[in-house]
């Protein structure tokens, strides 16, 4: 093997090793609920909502206003990781009302109105707020089923991986189980009938596609997949 030979397959080597990484960043990235930019705006919030705002510190107040503005720049161009992806239409709306509200801040930091200002201050910590429940999971529960079932109905199901979809069969039905034993935040006491309901519904259905992981059957393999997406969605929607 000629050192030229060898030179060029050392460096294919090195190349392959750091796109490994990169690769599997990329996909936790895709399966992770989160928004960093949103995150990062808690950096200005908090000092708003927790000092300037119960202190009726004006001066303060006012001085936000650029960081605020960059800040929420970001979240205005920021992209939705691909497990977020059905909520996009919640999420733009979202951003829309907080650029209203970034924008009635800065208008009543140019005035003299105090109260205008501290108005402003709370309805921009709400439209923060609100964004934020837009899409973090209700329950770490069903986030970690909803991390699950991503790979599945949207990277397995496509590329018709049926090995793949029957090795994560008892794991969806075990995290399923997970979601249907959970219990509701107080604020949400309210909806606990209609969640164990869509949760018994959501640990059938995984039982089904568990049932199936044996079967040579793709096209039952592929409706049983369908039907878990479904009744996860329905699980969701008890929270909208």
């Known amino acids: 093997m000629t ?12 190349l392959a090793a750091i796109g490994i990484p990169a690769q599997e960043k990329a996909a936790a990235q895709e399966t992770s609920s ?23 510190d004006i001066v303060a107040l006012k001085s936000y206003v650029p ?7 970001k979240i205005y161009t920021a992209k939705l ?21 970034v924008g009635a801040y800065s208008t009543a930091a140019k005035g003299t109105d105090d109260q205008a200002l501290l ?20 329950l770490p529960e069903m986030d970690a ?7 599945v109905y949207h990277q397995y199901l496509p590329e018709k991986k049926w090995d793949d979809v029957r090795k994560a069969a008892p794991a969806m039905k075990g995290l399923a189980e997970a979601v249907a034993k959970a219990q509701l935040p107080k604020r949400l006491e309210a909806k606990t009938g209609m969640f164990n309901a869509a949760a018994a519904g959501l ?3 995984t039982a089904g596609l568990e049932g199936l992981a044996k079967s040579g059957d793709a096209a039952a393999l592929e409706q ?11 699980l969701e929607k008890v929270f909208e």
């Open 3 to 14: 050192k030229r030979l060898c030179a060029i397959i050392s460096i294919f080597l090195v």
């Open 34 to 56: 989160s928004v960093p930019e949103l995150e990062a705006f808690h950096e200005i919030i908090y000092p708003i909502w927790h000092t300037a705002y119960p202190e009726k």
């Open 67 to 73: 960081r605020i503005n960059e800040l929420a720049a």
């Open 81 to 101: 990781p691909g497990i977020l992806r059905e909520k996009n239409a919640v999420w733009t709306a979202g951003v829309d009302k907080l650029k209203q509200a």
């Open 119 to 138: 108005n402003a201050a709370e309805a921009l910590h709400m439209r923060y707020e609100m964004l934020v429940r837009a899409i973090r999971p209700v």
């Open 145 to 151: 089923f909803h991390k699950e079932m991503y790979v």
């Open 203 to 205: 640990v059938e259905a």
């Open 224 to 234: 049983a997949v369908i039907k878990v997406h479904t009744k996860y969605q329905a």
